[in-house]
């Protein structure tokens, strides 16, 4: 006796069931189109903090010697900075080293002096006291101030207006378009920052780096030299958004 097929045929999806779990295609259709632009915007604004790097050098016959004199130097260098108070919002101790120097001749490990070294960055928001300060720092024993390089905060509020400036420009840019086919925009399907859909590598964005760079070599005469006139450079900053609109049927006829 055969037994009963135990298999059923599969019941239909209930009216609806696969408009509802369907999702909206990823491109336009004739009945809702789709416009992608591009919004940039780029501003010129004057820079909010300068950052000078001074490298301070001793030299000894022997070690002691070198480290007592680059101690001592460092600390009028430190205290330099700090009489500046508030002009000066970060101060920060970078590279040190103490290394010997042999001799090029005979025979053996003799050493002939000790070269120390300490780097010391300072960041300032009050560009008339920059000047006076760099000249004031070239003006010690083997001391060497480079820079400035100038530059806006993370959070400064010109990043923000840029962003905006190219959202205003996508929007108006994807209007011109749906206007020209006599339709007009109907609601946004995405914006995406630049590299927000590719992934790019990260790293210093092209240009970036030292903005300007001076160079003081320690003075020899004992009276204070003249300030340096610095000018500020003016700092780019640029953004880009993507953007995706749908909009009505355009009219093709006219």
Known sequence: MSAEPTDTPGTAPAPGAAAAGATAP???TPE???VAVR???????????ARIVV????????????????????????????????????LETGT????????KRGRGERVRAYHGRV???????????????????ADLDLTQVN????????????????RRKAVREAVQRAR????????????????ADQGAETPVAYGMPPGAGALRSRAFGSAESADTAPALDLEPQRQTVYAQVNARFTMTPPDLTA
């Open 147 to 162: 820079g400035p390089w100038w530059a806006l905060r993370p959070d400064s509020p010109a990043h923000g207006d840029a």
């Open 55 to 90: 490298t301070i050098g001793a030299r000894g016959t022997d070690r002691r010697t070198a480290l007592e004199d680059l101690t001592r130097r460092n600390g009028e260098a430190l205290t330099l900075i700090k009489s500046y108070g508030p002009a000066v919002e970060k």
């Open 39 to 49: 919004g940039e915007a780029r501003l010129e604004v004057d820079p909010e903090i």
């Open 176 to 191: 011109e378009y749906a206007e020209a086919l006599g339709a007009r925009l109907s609601a946004l399907v995405e914006l």
């Open 96 to 103: 040190f080293s103490i290394s010997p120097e042999l001799t």
């Open 119 to 137: 780097q010391i960055t300072a960041e300032l928001t009050d560009f008339t006291a920059l000047g006076e300060l760099a000249t004031r720092l």
């Open 32 to 34: 809702i189109p789709r």
């Open 26 to 28: 990823p491109y336009g």
